[in-house]
């Protein structure tokens, strides 16, 4: 039996196998954007050819089938999201609109031409409904049913293809916003309808009303997605566990993700940190910096203590999304980012992707801009005959021609503009890269660098020399990145409950009452998976706040037995604690807030575990492939490189630089300060000095 993990990414669909013997097996296929499920189905017949079989024989053979794809980000940030209602409490229409004053995150408050914000759902699909809910749970006014029927006519006549129901303080009774929901779906037929208690059962109503609105925008596309990656892996034989990669870091079943449209934003990258802790662990570095640079976006996360940092500050564009989510920053750096010229007569590179269709200049399918991969190519870094393990036959010609588009404006030779284009993505990477280090106060020099995605091993090496990172970590899967992370993720989901108060004010049954009605609903999921309750791991956190703060800090708790008085000043001490580890600075002086009770149930799976290589003797001669002609900047120029089979390494085996490693789906480059060493599972550690 095997077990896969795919990873639909904007340029490339990643497929990683695991064999009943213990053995990974890679392959990569380009991305169908206009059918993300079609690439997906044409990796699992690439991998059944590898293995000899039918694609019905080899499917029928897949256990458990994990998947990640971007398709709820690109919809969100594209705009290709369906029409939306919402039905609202009477009075508080516009709260998505005011969204608490605040203006585009990503915007410099010096901008005088940032366009005003404009809701997923216009004022006129936004109808208000007569009802009140108290912050205490109490029905002040009943859901007016007569009122709420005739809003949802009028939705109906408008072609609304989903609505979002959000009431004031439904987290704390969602008695009418559940009815409301339920007349809904009577209504709309096969409309797609969300309430938000179902999305984000906390206080504060504008991200609880704006994550709704993103779940119910996004939720008839994902879910004609699944459907049609149900239909087409039956019809390819598969009858096993398919599990969807959660916005969380965590995997869950297709019909949670169903429901819980949101939770599919940034699924794929969600996975790319789990690999890094997991190559972490065999390096013994708890420490580390994760990026995921692909065709078209680089994915960065910060990895402290072998832990993966989370956030409930998210944001998708304009839209503020607060579900809990792997915090991962990502910009527009991939290898097929393009190169431009802005008005100021700058070069840049990116946002925009030459994407799967029709990809780089270099791939000869009809993209004619110069893109980093491209640029790359000139460089010598990608190799022109082995690309995709010599699967596509890269055109040097065609990408001379495209980077000429802006080496001559430029008034440089076409190989100085490539240089050029190396160094802006590098510099664009690495500014990124500070946004979640060195502006959190954390020293870059404390961490090692962790590289994944096709083109992160090209540019790795050099943007940790740009930064004064010591080490890089290159796993063994590096093209594969989030794909093998999948494997290291965990079944599960996280629940939360809203209880505001001081911790002096704590009522500890109350609190209680909160975990049993979450746990009760794990049970209830987990049941629906088919698993065993000695599966589960419970583990229990609180957000917890300095009375005066805006943000708050989720602390972990005691997983075991009652919630008692007792915990209450554990829970303080190690807010302190944690509030100093994240920020330099805790004030024990001053009174804590609680403000949400979370839990993780986690469900176990089979450890991942990789096979150690052979041993070497320390010298890569065995390995030696060619020498091509490489740039390396701090050598004066184009060098002759030598060239090493990423396969025929062994354990042991030492590479310095400069030299290039050729695997099957990416280049190792290691400039001239660094040294490259094989471990025992084939990742390369690469050490300056």
Not at 659 to 679: G, N, R, S
Request: glycine share 10%; aromatic share 8%; net charge neutral.
């Amino acid at each position: 039996m095997f077990k896969a993990c795919v990873d639909v990414g904007g340029t490339f669909t990643d497929c990683l196998i695991l064999d009943e013997r213990g053995n990974f097996t890679e392959f990569k296929v380009s991305t169908t954007p206009q059918d993300p499920s079609l690439g997906l189905v044409n990796s699992l017949e690439k991998a059944a050819r590898f293995y000899g079989r039918r694609v019905e024989k080899f499917s029928s053979e897949i256990e458990m089938l994990v998947h990640g794809t971007t398709l709820a980000t690109n919809a969100l940030l594209t705009g290709n999201i369906a029409k939306v209602g919402m039905l609202t409490t009477k009075g508080f229409r516009d709260v998505i609109h005011i969204r608490r004053g605040f203006k585009n995150i990503r915007t410099s408050m010096f901008n005088v031409f940032i366009p005003p914000y404009r809701p997923l759902v216009p004022r006129r699909l936004r109808l208000p409904v007569e009802e009140r809910t108290l912050h205490t749970g109490e029905i002040r006014a009943p859901l007016n049913e007569a009122e709420t029927r005739a809003a949802v006519e009028t939705l109906a006549a408008e072609g609304v293809e989903a609505v979002a129901v959000c009431f004031l303080h439904s987290y704390a009774n969602p008695q009418n916003e559940s009815r409301a929901a339920a007349i809904c779906r009577e209504r709309l037929g096969g409309a797609y309808v969300t309430a938000s208690h179902e999305v984000l059962p906390v206080w504060r109503e504008h991200e609880r009303f704006s994550t709704a609105v993103v779940s119910a925008a996004i939720g008839p596309i994902t879910s004609k997605y699944l459907n049609v990656l149900e239909e087409r892996l039956s019809a390819a034989g598969f009858s096993g566990t398919l599990l969807i990669v959660q916005t969380d870091g965590l995997v869950q079943s297709v019909e949670q993700a169903r429901k819980r449209a949101v939770s599919l934003i940034a699924s794929g990258p969600a996975a790319a940190p789990q690999a890094a802790i997991f190559c972490g662990k065999l390096a013994e570095r708890p420490n580390l910096i994760s990026i995921d640079m692909g065709g078209t976006s680089l994915d960065v996360a910060l990895v402290l203590n072998g832990e993966v940092h989370h956030t409930t500050e998210g944001w998708v564009g304009d839209e503020r999304v607060a579900i809990k989510m792997v915090d991962v920053q990502s910009v527009g750096a991939g290898g097929g980012s393009k190169a431009w010229i802005d008005s100021l007569g700058l070069l840049r590179v990116g946002p925009e992707s030459a994407g799967a269709e029709p990809g780089p200049a270099c791939y000869g399918r009809g993209g004619e801009e110069p893109t980093v991969t491209d640029a790359d190519l000139i460089l010598g870094y990608v190799p022109r005959d082995y690309f995709l393990g010599g699967e596509l036959q890269l055109d040097v010609p065609l990408a001379e021609k495209a980077i000429g588009k802006v080496a001559r404006p430029l008034g440089m030779q076409v190989g100085e503009a490539a240089q050029a284009i190396f160094t802006t993505v590098n510099s664009l990477m690495a500014d990124r890269i500070s946004e979640i280090s060195t502006k959190r106060g954390k020293d870059v020099r404390d961490f090692a660098l962790v590289v994944g995605g096709g083109a992160g091993p090209v540019h790795g090496a050099h943007l940790a020399e740009l930064l004064g990172i010591p080490a890089v970590i290159v796993p063994r899967f590096a093209s594969l990145y989030s794909a093998f992370g999948m494997f290291a993720m965990d079944i599960g989901r996280d629940y939360v409950r809203s209880y505001v108060t001081p911790a002096e004010a704590l009522d500890v049954a109350a609190v209680n009452r909160l975990y049993q009605e979450m746990e009760t609903q794990a049970a209830a999921d987990r049941a629906a998976m088919g698993l065993a309750a000695d599966q589960t791991t419970l583990i229990r956190t609180a957000d917890m706040r300095y009375a005066g703060q805006f943000h708050e800090v989720e602390v972990r708790g005691s997983s075991n037995g009652r919630f008692t008085a007792g915990d209450i000043q554990a829970l303080q001490q190690a807010f302190h604690k944690r509030h100093d580890e994240l920020y330099t600075f805790s004030m024990a002086f001053r009174p804590v807030e609680f403000l949400n009770f979370r839990l993780k149930a986690v469900f176990r799976k089979a450890e991942l575990a990789l096979r150690h290589i052979g041993r070497g003797t320390g010298d890569p001669a065995s390995a030696f492939k060619r020498k091509r002609q490489c740039f390396f900047k701090e050598l004066g120029g184009y060098v002759e490189t030598p060239c090493y089979t990423g396969e025929k390494l062994r354990a042991g085996d030492a590479i310095p630089g400069p030299a290039l490693i050729e695997e099957k789906a990416t280049t190792v480059v290691v400039p001239k300060a660094f040294t490259c060493h094989v471990d025992p599972f084939q990742n390369y550690i690469l050490t300056r000095g």
